[in-house]
């Protein structure tokens, strides 16, 4: 737990350093105890995304909600707006927090097995993979999906692709294709 606290880890070098070191300890487990982690971990991923911004009914109920608050005193509206302004940006961080952990865990698990292709590697890919493409996701989450995918390309997609083909669902596989695959200049 120790090292998969440091995932989080807000310096870049410490949360690969972590990854690396966790990477090393799933490769020692039995294969039970890291799908059982994995599922874990991919449950969070999903969690962790950003959700998507409301509609435009939906944001205009909210502000004549706030329209209908009385106003007696501007101090105390100032400080609810400030309170739950800040409340927001905790709940951000901590979903930031998680979403780094989740995604760097997932990584080291696909990278524990270079050159096979246990049951619950596509279910990482497949989390992990919906992060590339997540704009507000910081730019190391991003960046460390598409090292991933890119890695697991490399060691797997060569001599006995459809032998590891075979475990992924035609879901898991387009999750991965869409990291790996250059886009197209026309797309």
């Not at 939906?58 to 501007?74: E, I, K, R, Y």
């Not at 292709?117 to 989390?127: G, I, N, S």
Request: charged content about 25%.
């Amino acid at each position: 737990t120790l090292v998969a606290s440091m995932l989080a880890d807000e310096r870049r070098e410490v949360a690969s350093a972590a990854m690396a070191a966790i990477t090393g300890i799933l490769a020692a487990l039995p294969l039970s105890n890291v799908t059982r982690l994995v599922k874990k971990y991919a449950t969070q991923a999903n969690k962790s995304r950003m959700k998507k911004a409301r509609g435009k009914k939906a944001q205009q109920v909210a502000a004549a909600a706030a329209a209908a608050q009385p106003t007696n005193g501007t101090d105390a509206s100032d400080e609810a707006a400030a309170a739950a302004a800040a409340a927001a940006a905790e709940r951000e961080k901590k979903r930031a927090k998680t979403q780094q952990t989740s995604v760097y865990f997932l990584c080291a698990a696909v990278l524990a097995q270079p050159y096979d292709t246990p049951k619950y590697v596509p279910a990482a890919l497949a989390a992990i993979s919906k992060h590339s493409f997540e704009r507000n996701a910081p730019l190391s989450v991003r960046e460390t999906v598409k090292k991933c995918c890119a890695e697991y390309k490399r060691t797997h997609m060569s001599d006995n692709w459809e032998l590891h083909r075979r475990v992924f669902t035609q879901e898991q596989l387009e999750a991965l294709e869409d990291v790996v695959s250059s886009p197209h200049y026309y797309a």
